[in-house]
C-alpha cells in the first residue's frame, strides 16, 4: 500500500518541466506459509524530466519523452531507470486517446545484475458531465528477470474542482491471479 504519494512539478522551459516523485510511505504484507512479514517506511525517490515534443498546449496530437531515474532509499537497492513516450490525441466529440510505451531497467532479485521491462497502455477518455470525465485504460507489462506479462484493466473518475485542482479516484485491477489489484484516489493542483 502505498500513502501520500506526492509528484512535484517545476517548469523550467514552456516545453520542459523536471519532476520528484515519492512515495512518503509504503507498507506490504508477505504471507509465507504461517509466517506473515510487514515492513513499512519511505517508498523511494524518482527524478524524471519530461519533455514535449509537440502539441505542448494545443493541437489534435501531442508527443512527449519522459526519462526517469529511480534513486534507492535502502542498502539493498540499486539504482534504475528508463523512459517512457507519452502520446495524446483528440478523437473529436470529445472523446481522448492516450498511448503510452515505456522501458525501463531494474536491478535482478535473484542475481546481481540488471533486466530490462516493458510496458503499452492505452486509454480512453470522455466527459461524463461538465466537470467529471471518465477513463479506461488496458495495460500490458513484461517483466524480463521472471519472463513474464502482466495485463490490467484500469478504470476511473476525474473531477475539476477548479482551473488549478483536479481530484480522481479509480482502479488498476490486474487480468491474472498473479496480478495486483490497486485502489486509488488523488488530487492534484497548481
Given at each position: 500500500?502505498?500513502?501520500?504519494?506526492?509528484?512535484?512539478?517545476?517548469?523550467?522551459?514552456?516545453?520542459?518541466?523536471?519532476?520528484?516523485?515519492?512515495?512518503?510511505?509504503?507498507?506490504?504484507?508477505?504471507?509465507?506459509?504461517?509466517?506473515?512479514?510487514?515492513?513499512?517506511?519511505?517508498?523511494?525517490?524518482?527524478?524524471?524530466?519530461?519533455?514535449?515534443?509537440?502539441?505542448?498546449?494545443?493541437?489534435?496530437?501531442?508527443?512527449?519523452?519522459?526519462?526517469?531515474?529511480?534513486?534507492?532509499?535502502?542498502?539493498?537497492?540499486?539504482?534504475?531507470?528508463?523512459?517512457?513516450?507519452?502520446?495524446?490525441?483528440?478523437?473529436?466529440?470529445?472523446?481522448?486517446?492516450?498511448?503510452?510505451?515505456?522501458?525501463?531497467?531494474?536491478?535482478?532479485?535473484?542475481?546481481?545484475?540488471?533486466?530490462?521491462?516493458?510496458?503499452?497502455?492505452?486509454?480512453?477518455?470522455?466527459?461524463?458531465?461538465?466537470?467529471?470525465?471518465?477513463?479506461?485504460?488496458?495495460?500490458?507489462t513484461r517483466d524480463n528477470e521472471v519472463e513474464a506479462y502482466q495485463?490490467?484493466?484500469?478504470?476511473?473518475?476525474?473531477?475539476?474542482?477548479?482551473?488549478?485542482?483536479?481530484?480522481?479516484?479509480?482502479?488498476?485491477?490486474?487480468?491474472?491471479?498473479?496480478?495486483?489489484?490497486i485502489y486509488f484516489i488523488g488530487v492534484s493542483f497548481r
Open positions: 500500500n502505498s500513502y501520500n504519494f506526492i509528484n512535484i512539478k517545476l517548469g523550467i522551459t514552456h516545453s520542459l518541466d523536471l519532476q520528484v516523485v515519492a512515495g512518503t510511505l509504503v507498507t506490504s504484507k508477505i504471507v509465507d506459509g504461517n509466517l506473515t512479514y510487514k515492513k513499512s517506511g519511505f517508498g523511494g525517490l524518482t527524478v524524471r524530466a519530461k519533455q514535449n515534443i509537440w502539441g505542448n498546449d494545443n493541437g489534435k496530437t501531442a508527443l512527449a519523452v519522459l526519462p526517469f531515474i529511480n534513486i534507492p532509499t535502502a542498502s539493498f537497492e540499486k539504482i534504475s531507470g528508463g523512459v517512457t513516450i507519452p502520446f495524446a490525441m483528440s478523437l473529436g466529440g470529445n472523446w481522448g486517446l492516450g498511448t503510452q510505451l515505456e522501458t525501463d531497467i531494474e536491478d535482478d532479485e535473484a542475481e546481481n545484475g540488471y533486466h530490462f521491462n516493458f510496458l503499452a497502455a492505452a486509454t480512453v477518455s470522455h466527459p461524463l458531465f461538465k466537470n467529471l470525465d471518465f477513463f479506461i485504460e488496458n495495460v500490458v495485463y490490467f484493466l484500469d478504470g476511473g473518475l476525474v473531477y475539476t474542482a477548479g482551473t488549478n485542482i483536479k481530484v480522481d479516484c479509480g482502479f488498476y485491477c490486474g487480468l491474472r491471479n498473479t496480478s495486483s489489484k
